[in-house]
């Protein structure tokens, strides 16, 4: 092959037709790539400075802001706290910085986090600042924007703010389409009106993740007003998951009066809730809820079936050796080895332990 | 009284600084554990504020340090709900008392008034 580039034949010893690229071509094609490549740096300076300068204003504003913040969460009357807001380096801030996006932006992120730190009179004056700010103006229209992150987040201010009044806006969100603003809409609610918020459950057509069973059911720990009316009807809802959160609840905060409900919960077709109902029974067992597992057994799943054995080592009595000792004829190994752990645990109830020891070391 | 505030949290750092020194307290504050260190040896607080979850030395480590020199510098330890497992281990270490947040600034100033009267 022979090339010619820039007046000059390039020869080898290949069999390749020759190629020939013009001196122009060239000229052309280095012009253009010096070019991108000059661009590209531009680009990236200028990317650069603006990120330097971004930093330099976050970190100016928020040591503004934090003399500002810690002023007002100081102050313990309301003629001080308007006081602070007349001195003129506050007035600056309200002006010129509260009109732009970022100076509003980092002002709500900063009231957001501390208020997460305070209690007290010291979160009251934040709350305070908030709505004397209008932030919660803000954070409302917020709440229609199309993106599901902005809206998630004005969901989560306001439920940080305690903004009770806003509540049938956050309610409306509670079955949104997208998880993330449904979740935090659900938690909002339970925040804000504790149990009362559930009222969800009884409209909600979306599945509510594990996760965020355990989160709500970790908020309502932190509450004291319960409403039970309700229950029954969640035991029985559409939803799967509605269902399995209510059993939670029942196993929770162990509600007795729900036991028939739980037991109907046995037979639903979904595995999961099934073996919830089972594990649910345990915590508000009853004289014949051993007897009535035993009924369940054999209608059940394996996995049920094991379910079953470990709550019946719980709640198990002598009255349950006929049938246990019936399970021994069974097949399956694992059945008959907690079926074995099971009788042990009910014949000689005070050594638990160390029967699950022996029987570990006989496998 | 000269308090050490050590919390890595400007604004928070800041409330507590402003509410000492409006009780009458010097104060002394740094946003890491290990000018947290340097600070006590040049300066030799009467009282010591610190966060947990700090950059460079932790709230446990300053804990540890100062107890080891065999300090009698009192320490509170500040730390978030859900870390009783990590105010345990302060308190085994030798700290003296704890005010988990979310809290208030009055609370904060009621307890340092405590060891005011004990100093």
């Known amino acids: ?363 | 009284m000269k308090i050490l505030v050590a919390e890595d949290e400007p604004i928070m750092l800041k409330i507590i600084e402003l509410r000492l020194k409006k009780d009458g307290h010097t104060v002394i504050t740094t946003d890491n554990g290990r000018d947290a260190l340097e600070h006590i040896k040049t300066h030799q607080p009467d009282l010591i504020i610190t966060d947990i979850m700090m950059p460079y030395s932790s709230g446990l480590e300053i804990v540890g340090t100062v107890k080891l020199q065999q300090k009698s510098t009192p320490i509170i330890v500040l730390s978030a709900m859900g870390q009783e497992n990590v105010v345990l281990e302060a308190f085994n270490l030798g700290a003296d008392d704890y005010i988990t947040k979310p809290f208030s600034p009055n609370e904060l100033s009621l307890r340092v008034k405590r060891f005011t009267y004990m100093a």
């Open chain 1, 1 to 363: 092959m022979r090339l010619y580039i820039a007046g000059i034949w390039w020869h080898n010893t290949s069999a390749v037709p020759d190629i020939f690229i013009p001196k122009s071509f060239l000229f052309e094609s280095t012009f253009l790539f010096a070019v991108a490549i000059f661009s590209l740096l531009s680009f990236i300076i200028f990317y650069l400075m603006r990120y330097i300068s971004y930093t330099a204003k976050r970190k100016h504003l928020s040591s503004i802001y934090s003399s500002f913040i810690s002023e007002i969460i100081l102050c313990e009357t309301e003629e001080e706290l308007m006081q602070v807001m007349q001195q003129s380096y506050i007035q600056t801030i309200i002006y010129k910085w509260l009109s732009r996006p970022i100076g509003k932006r980092l002002l709500l992120k900063n009231l957001i986090k501390i208020h997460r730190n305070m209690s007290g009179s010291a979160a009251g004056n934040i709350r305070w600042l908030y709505m004397h700010l209008a932030l919660d103006q803000d954070s409302v229209k917020r709440l229609s924007s199309p993106k599901w992150h902005i809206k998630a987040k004005a969901i989560q201010e306001l439920a940080e703010m305690k903004q009770e009044k806003y509540i049938s806006k956050i309610y409306r969100e509670t079955n949104n389409k997208n998880v993330y603003i449904r979740t935090e809409a659900q938690v909002a609610v339970v925040k804000l009106t504790g149990f009362e918020g559930l009222r969800f459950l009884n409209v909600v057509s979306q599945p509510i993740t594990q996760w965020q069973q355990l989160s709500l059911l970790q908020l309502l720990s932190l509450k004291n007003k319960f409403q039970w009316d309700k229950l029954p009807g969640w035991l029985k809802s559409k939803n799967e998951t509605v269902v399995e959160f209510a059993l939670r609840l029942v196993e929770k905060y162990q509600r007795y009066e729900f036991h028939n409900e739980v037991v109907y919960c046995l037979e639903h077709p979904s595995a999961l809730i099934r073996k919830q109902s089972i594990y649910t029974l345990k915590e508000i067992s009853q004289p014949h809820t051993a007897h009535l597992l035993e009924h369940y057994f054999l209608m059940s799943e394996k996995e049920e079936q094991l379910c079953i054995l470990e709550v019946m080592q719980a709640i198990g009595t002598k009255e349950q050796l006929p049938f246990l000792n019936s399970l021994l004829a069974m097949e399956d190994a694992s059945i008959q080895y907690r079926t074995h752990k099971v009788i042990r645990q009910i014949s000689v109830p005070d050594l638990g332990y160390d029967t699950d020891k022996i029987s570990g070391e006989a496998a």
